[in-house]
Each structure stands twice: as C-alpha cells, then as structure tokens.
C-alpha cells in the first residue's frame, strides 16, 4: 500500500470547514490502496472546538505530532475576542480599534504568509527523520495556513519528494487580504511565496474551477479540482420543523448579507398572513452585528432566532429538519470561485438551498445541475420572491423538498477515490 505523508494544520478537536477536508480524505483512503500518514502542531491555538470530529479518525493512523508557536495566544492577552475573529479570518470593517488595526498591520506585514510561519523549520527538522523511518515518497500540504505550503517545499528541496500542494481557499486573491493593511512591499512576499509553491509544487489541488484557472496563469503544473463534499445521510428520524424556517449555518458576515432576501422576506410577511404565522430565520454560527442590525431595520427581528455555534452533529441535524437551507457568498468578483464547504451537506440535507451570491457564481451551475435549489444574486426581487412564495406553498401542502440527481459524486468517499487516482 503506498504511504503519503499529509500535513495539516487543522485537525479535531478543531470545528468549523477547515479541519473537514482532509479529515475524510484521511478517513477513505485505505479503501483506494494509499495509507495516510499525518503530521500537525502538538499545541495549536484553534479558534473553533469541536470534539465530535474525533469519531473520524481511524483508531490506528499513524500520527506525529511537534510543537509550534503561536502568535495569536499571546495577542489574546491583550483581546481574546478580538484575537480569535482575526485567526479565524473575521475581519470587520467598520469601527476598528487602534488596537484591532495594529493587530491587523502586523498579521499582513509581519506575519507572512501568515502566523502559523514559525511551524516551518521547526517541522522541516522535525519530518526528516518521519520521512526516512515511514519510507514517504509523496508528501502533501494543505492550505490555508498556507505557510504549511512552505514545509512541503524544503521537504521537496532538501528530500526529494513528490510534493502535492492543496488549496482549501485561494492564497493572494482570497477577500480578506485587502483587509490585512499590507504595504506594497509585503504584498509582493505573497505573490512571490505564491508562485514558488505553484512552480515548484509537483502537482496541485483545487477545490474549483475558478481557482484552477487564477493557478494556470501562473504555473504549467498539474493541477485538478477535487472540491468538498458531504459525508452524511439523511436519518430516517428526523422530523421536519413546523414552521417555515430558513436557516442559515455558519458565519454570517457583513459582507454576506442578502439584504434584498430580508426586504422580499419583510414584503411577503406584510402580504400573507399564514407566511408572517410560519416563517422563522434560523442562524447558526457567528452573525455579525452589521447584519443582525440590518435585520432589525427590516422589521425582521421578532422572526429572528440565534442559535450560535454548535457541534458538527448538531448543524448536520438542523440542515436535514430545515425547511429551507440559506446559503450565502460575498458580492464580488473574487468570490466566484468561492464554494463553501456546506454547500455539500446542504445537498445531502435533501432541502431546498436558497443561495444568494455574486454574478457568475460557481455554485449557480452546481446547483442546477444538481436540482437541489435555487441562486440568485444580490440585485433580485421579483423571481426571488416567486420561489420563495412558491416553496411556502408546497411547505403548506407538505410537499416541500428536492429531486436531486448525481450528488453522489460530492460524496467524501468519491472524492477520495479521486485523489487516490491523483496521487
């Protein structure tokens, strides 16, 4: 069986999207012949626990574990609250803090490619001798933190592996960077520590199509899209709710808020009495107060239930008795090749997915081709309040739900058979 050595920096006990990738990956690939061996920080400083992702680990993989310094656990002493929102990549634009802005300048100009930097050479050192007693032939990295690409490159250099670079996210075109307060200076590093990975990489992962063809522009590497998926079923117990709910699950930005969604919600509560009885925004996750204010605003408030962050299990168990499941991307033109991770499990929920993103939107033809919902961009009204109406109606009829076709080819276990044959 052949043995890949993959390293990561996200592994359980950390939640959210990022851990999830490689986990499964981790969890399917003794079926399709590869024996993964994995390699992450003893001591990481993850902003999200989510134990429940321990039951995916397979009981006897083998893992190496080496300590890293972590910057962020000593900018909390100063704020915690702030300190978190930042490593977790939350970055708010308005009414900043002297504090939150020098903290911003020193994550784009100090911390580069990011914070997790000083893991480099310590894990170079630390995975020579991993190497030589585990007989690697082929190493992979996964990004973000995309400073984990730089282990795979004097790996590559210094022992001459195959060297697999993945990206989860994009690197420079990703939107937080603008945020990030960089002089020209350190957004030149960027650009230069990005295409010594994507030159010098053997091959190169993707999660779509969009980001492969930024990559192709800059390197004549391989590179394939291999995107998220879902990893559940939809269990025969659970009972849909009562009311009309729409949920949204995960972080709800001030750059992801649907605005003409709550103004064709507000219209609809005003024009049909059984909608104003039924309807209920669910939100799990982070929600920002610029868009909990703009609920207000629209009159929505009384409709609106925080849930806040939950377990994996539990969000899986919200998406398959919601109603409607909200899905949301940022109104630009670099989020087009953005396909959040839970665009998967929504499809697996078999509930009707209610997306609204940028025009051109890579999830749009997914979705249609899937039949598992409808996506509109910021700027609709009318047929976005026709479906919304019309899935109302079937929800009062109890008709309410998806015809999918071919979403088995975003099951985590066919996308591991396609890295298999990738590697």
């Known amino acids: 069986m052949r043995k890949v050595l993959v390293i990561t920096y996200y592994w359980p006990p950390a939640g959210g999207p990022?851990?999830?990738?490689?986990?499964?990956?981790?969890?399917?690939?003794?079926?399709?012949?590869?024996?993964?061996?994995?390699?992450?920080p003893e001591n990481p400083n993850y902003p999200i626990i989510d134990e429940t992702f321990h039951g995916d680990i397979p009981d006897d993989i083998r893992i190496y574990k080496n300590r890293i310094f972590e910057p962020y656990r000593l900018a909390s002493m100063f704020s915690k609250k702030k300190t978190k929102r930042i490593s977790s990549g939350i970055i708010q634009t308005k009414n900043q803090s002297f504090l939150e802005q020098f903290m911003l300048w020193v994550r784009g100009n100090i911390f580069i490619p990011d914070a997790r930097k000083y893991w480099v050479r310590p894990s170079v050192k630390f995975l020579y001798d991993v190497i030589e007693k585990e007989n690697i032939a082929t190493i992979i990295t996964t990004g973000p933190p995309h400073s984990v690409h730089l282990i795979g490159h004097y790996l590559k250099?210094?022992?001459?592996?195959?060297?697999?670079?993945?990206?989860r996210d994009p690197w420079t075109s990703i939107g937080y960077h603008k945020k990030l307060k960089m002089t020209t200076l350190a957004k030149n590093r960027h650009k230069e520590l990005e295409q010594l990975v994507l030159t010098i990489a053997d091959q190169i992962l993707v999660t779509s199509e969009t980001t492969k063809k930024e990559f192709q522009a800059i390197t004549r590497q391989p590179i394939a899209v291999i995107t998220n998926g879902y990893d559940t079923v939809v269990s025969s117990k659970v009972v849909l709710d009562k009311q009309f709910t729409i949920s949204h699950i995960g972080s709800m930005l001030t750059g992801r808020n649907p605005k003409n969604l709550w103004k064709v919600i507000a219209e609809l509560i005003v024009e049909n009495k059984n909608f104003k009885n039924s309807v209920r925004l669910q939100f799990l996750g982070v929600l920002s107060d610029d868009v909990l204010q703009n609920l207000k605003q629209s009159g929505l408030e009384e409709y609106v239930d925080v849930v806040g962050y939950v377990s994996h299990e539990e969000a899986i168990h919200y998406q398959q008795k919601s109603q409607v499941l909200l899905l949301a991307e940022i109104d630009s033109e670099e989020t087009k090749g953005i396909i959040p991770g839970k665009l998967f499990e929504y499809m697996a929920a078999e509930r009707p997915i209610l997306g609204i993103g940028p025009a051109g939107w890579e999830v749009t033809d997914m979705v249609?081709?899937?039949?598992?919902?409808?996506?509109?961009?910021?700027?609709?009204?009318?047929?976005?309040?026709?479906?919304?109406?019309?899935?109302?109606?079937?929800y009062q009829n109890n008709q309410l739900g998806v015809s999918s076709v071919n979403i088995n080819q975003y099951s985590r276990r066919e996308l591991t058979r396609k890295l298999a044959e990738y590697i």
């Open 18 to 40: 990022g851990v999830q990738r490689w986990l499964k990956f981790v969890k399917y690939l003794r079926d399709f012949g590869v024996e993964p061996v994995v390699y992450i």
């Open 157 to 167: 250099e210094f022992k001459k592996v195959k060297w697999i670079a993945d990206f």
């Open 368 to 394: 249609a081709s899937t039949k598992t919902g409808a996506i509109f961009e910021y700027t609709a009204h009318f047929q976005l309040k026709q479906v919304l109406l019309n899935w109302f109606e079937q």
